[in-house]
């Protein structure tokens, strides 16, 4: 069974940083696509970041710029630098991951809590 595990959540002041990190237990994920996802309170979660295997980068409009996604397939880890953090980026954050040259995301991290203080 794949698990991913997310870290780096936590409570931060408006315009600080945080880093999430997330490590994934399957195999072949240099082949896989990977992504972050978050869901503030009373909406659907929705995709922020996203990384392919040839390593492009894709960001939802309201975090491009502040935001970076990475991914170190020697480690199995994926990342979520974020910067200039704003209240509204208050929600659970969400790795995810395809199988192995897929393109739906099927596997799923249990989401860790990111909360900014204005």
């Known amino acids: 069974q794949v698990q991913l595990v997310e870290s780096g959540g936590g409570l931060v002041q408006a315009g600080g940083s945080l880093n999430l990190s997330c490590i994934s237990s399957?195999?072949?994920?240099?082949?896989?696509?990977l992504g972050w996802f978050r869901r503030v309170p009373g909406k659907q979660r929705a995709l922020i970041a996203d990384i392919t295997v040839g390593g492009g980068t894709n960001y939802e409009d309201s975090v491009k710029g502040r935001f970076t996604i990475s991914r170190d397939d020697e480690k199995n880890t994926v990342y979520l630098q974020m910067n200039s953090l704003k209240p509204e980026d208050t929600a659970v954050y969400y790795c995810?991951?395809?199988?192995?040259?897929?393109?739906?995301?099927?596997?799923w991290g249990q989401g860790t809590q990111v909360t900014v203080a204005s």
């Open positions: 399957i195999s072949s994920f240099s082949l896989s696509a």
């Open positions: 995810s991951s395809t199988k192995p040259l897929g393109s739906a995301y099927v596997y």
